[in-house]
């Protein structure tokens, strides 16, 4: 069936990299995201990357797809404080999410940024 | 920018009362879902409405229903509540794929619903 997993908990420096490893199942996903979901709000699209790219790069934002091993990675440069939260993967399952554009979510991953 | 917008931040309802969780974007879009996030399983999709009147289960549809009479607004409805369904719900809407494939969905800021 459609999975999508993370590793629950990550712990940063300030200053040093982060990165954040999510796996998924559904070898069809056109379209994998990120969101970013900080104390008490909703989730907010970080960005996303197309099935037929290996890399993709926003800003201290990078992110990672192997497509062979179904394995996205997001890596947040010169990690800030400001960057703690909790940060999911997703994948559009289907060609292109079908009709209904319906995404598959990981079970987040929380960054804990220490200065 | 998008919004989506949910009626309450915090809600606390007792046991057995029938609840409404309120959502309504603003930006014409076609799809529209509701999740609940629980701490360790991420985000589940309780039911999702493709356009108006239309719905369809998503994973965790047991002891819920959904209403969209109008293509903005697309409420929750918990018919007789239980303490199982204390969680965060969480409301997201986007555009039907169309000819642009990637629609991502816009987000609430979610609903802290406590069942006593």
């Known amino acids: 069936g459609e999975d999508v997993e993370q590793s629950l908990f990550l712990s940063v420096r300030e200053g040093d990299s982060s990165v954040i490893n999510c796996t998924y199942t559904?070898?069809?996903?056109?379209?994998l995201y990120w969101y970013k979901q900080e104390p008490g709000a909703g989730l907010q699209l970080l960005t996303y990357i197309f099935s037929n790219m290996d890399m993709k790069q926003d800003q201290r934002l990078t992110v990672l797809l192997n497509k062979k091993d179904k394995h996205l990675s997001l890596r947040i440069a010169d990690t800030q404080t400001g960057d703690s939260a909790i940060y999911f993967c997703?994948?559009?399952?289907?060609?292109?999410?079908?009709?209904?554009?319906?995404?598959?979510f990981g079970t987040g991953t929380l960054l804990a940024v220490q200065p | 920018d998008v919004k989506v917008t949910q009626s309450s931040r915090y809600l606390v309802k007792r046991t057995g009362e029938k609840v409404f969780l309120e959502c309504v974007q603003d930006?014409?879009?076609?799809?529209m879902f509701w999740y609940r996030q629980d701490p360790g399983l991420g985000l589940r999709l309780i039911y999702f409405?493709?356009?108006?009147?239309?719905?369809e289960k998503g994973d965790i549809p047991e002891g819920y229903s959904v209403s969209r009479e109008k293509k903005e607004r697309f409420s929750l409805i918990l018919e007789s509540a239980s303490t199982n369904q204390t969680s965060m719900y969480l409301c997201a809407s986007s555009l039907a794929p169309g000819t642009v494939f990637n629609q991502p969905q816009h987000f609430g800021d979610g609903t802290r619903l406590s069942i006593l």
């Open positions: 930006m014409d879009h076609e799809n």
């Open positions: 559904d070898s069809s996903s056109t379209y």
């Open positions: 409405s493709y356009d108006v009147k239309m719905k």
């Open positions: 997703a994948e559009s399952p289907g060609p292109y999410g079908g009709a209904t554009n319906k995404l598959i």
